[in-house]
């Protein structure tokens, strides 16, 4: 098992940066492929990122390609999402997730097995 908390969220302006961190408690982080997702207010949860255990494979939403970078560090059990040129459409509840099934990369809420609480975004001027 394995516990998530996401750090960094914030306010911004638009056109603005942000970094996200998830921090995974535990010995075997390097085993879970992980994602990035996003919930707007009256919305459903939506995929943003995801990354494979090894760091080698990457997966983006296509409202973010060009713009977000996932990215982990094993040795210090956590994933970060770079975001750049913010906009007011990126706002919502951001949360990280791992998912334990080997070699894929996913971007159904109910294909990972954790959840993190989550953290806040906020886009505006």
């Known amino acids: 098992q394995v516990q998530l908390v996401e750090s960094g969220g914030g306010l911004v302006q638009p056109g603005g940066s942000l970094r996200l961190s998830c921090a995974a408690s535990?010995?075997?982080?390097?085993?879970?492929?992980m994602g990035w997702f996003r919930q707007a207010p009256g919305k459903e949860r939506e995929f943003v990122a995801a990354i494979s255990r090894s760091g080698g494979s990457t997966y983006y939403a296509d409202s973010v390609k060009g713009r977000f970078k996932i990215s982990r560090d094993n040795a210090k059990n956590t994933v970060n999402l770079q975001m750049n040129s913010l906009k007011p459409e990126d706002t919502a509840v951001y949360y990280c997730a791992a998912d334990r099934t080997p070699n894929r990369l996913i971007r159904t809420t109910g294909g990972y097995d954790y959840w993190g609480q989550g953290t806040q975004v906020t886009v505006s001027s």
């Open positions: 535990g010995r075997t982080f390097s085993i879970y492929n």
